[in-house]
């Protein structure tokens, strides 16, 4: 009970009440909160470390930067419901929802900008005019609704969460490029997306407890791997039992001019080669799904037995 008057004794406060309403929204930096809400840095600083000693917001570290979110699942479940009884047309946080569009905005357009000012071809599906649609749909087929928790590891700009958000408790995403996360962010930013977040990790050492998720995405991103076998079996390892994982790549080809281009680590990968995989990290695996075009995109589902640690698999490519 303690703990809980705790946690409501901190948000008993205007500018605490109205970080809360803003955390709905997405991530924010101190310096966002700064400039949406008109008050000092050391003044919101203080508030916003109560807010996170009393479990009311979540603090990551990325790099340089700290954000500030919700906490996903039901560890948010306080402050989500004080948000909701908060009156929507105050006119306060009407102000404050209106300045939190246009950082947000400013965020998305600075972090587009750098892409194109350092040239990154960051869509790959496009850049391989890869059905991307049909993809898509294959996925939704494969996630039903009411899912748990979802990962979707190396998430880019964010896609895989949008499309799926709403059919999922609660989902992460994860990438090893900070200008990534940015459009991530960006593309994540409003309500619908509470329940969503993005964070900074290395696929081969995933900052996550074990048995920690019910689906896992990996959308075209083993072929960049340098230890396919290893990044599947972080993937495994954080799966629940029963737990799903949907590998999305490319199929085996022979186009070695993307190989080159694009530096691929790996000119796709063959059936058997999945099933190998899968079976060493007691993964079961589900008939793949081929997806016609100019390179044959698969998913390869699977379902996860038992946990499994295993060394890298590399060679069974």
């Known amino acids: 009970m303690e703990t809980l008057l705790a946690s409501l004794r901190a948000a008993a406060e205007p500018t605490r009440l109205r970080l809360l309403a803003l955390a709905q929204r997405g991530a924010f930096c101190v310096m966002d909160f700064t400039e949406i809400l008109g008050q000092s840095q050391p003044r919101l600083s203080r508030h916003l470390k109560l807010l996170c000693e009393n479990g009311l917001l979540e603090r990551v570290r990325e790099g340089s930067n700290v954000w500030f979110a919700l906490p996903p699942g039901d560890a948010g479940g306080l402050p989500r419901e004080l948000i909701a009884r908060l009156p929507p047309d105050d006119p306060v946080l009407e102000a404050d929802r209106r300045l939190a569009a246009r950082v947000l905005a400013e965020r998305a357009r600075v972090a587009s900008e750098s892409f194109r000012q350092k040239g990154a071809d960051w869509d790959e599906m496009r850049a391989l005019e890869l059905p991307a649609q049909a993809v898509e749909d294959a996925l939704l087929s494969l996630v039903p609704e009411r899912t748990g928790a979802l990962l979707d590891i190396g998430t880019g700009t964010g896609r895989i969460l949008e499309l799926l958000a709403p059919r999922v408790r609660q989902a992460l995403g994860v990438d090893a490029s900070r200008a990534m996360l940015a459009l991530a962010r960006a593309r994540l930013a409003g309500p619908d997306f509470a329940h969503c977040a993005v964070r900074l990790a290395d696929m081969y ?32 390892r954080v799966l629940r039992p029963g737990g799903r994982l949907l590998l999305v790549d490319l199929a085996k080809h022979d186009r070695k001019d993307l190989t080159d281009r694009l530096a691929h680590r790996w000119p796709g990968f063959p059936d058997e080669a999945i099933a190998a995989l899968f079976g060493a990290l007691s993964l079961s695996p589900a008939a793949p799904l081929t997806i016609a075009g100019p390179l044959p995109v698969r998913i390869w589902p699977a379902t996860a037995l038992v946990q499994a640690a295993v060394p890298s698999l590399e060679r069974a490519i």
């Not at 896992?216 to 993937?235: T, Y």
């Open 205 to 236: 050492r995933l900052p996550l407890a074990s048995a920690s998720f019910d689906t896992v995405v990996m959308q075209m991103v083993l072929h960049h791997a340098e230890d396919p076998g290893l990044a599947l079996a972080e993937a495994a």
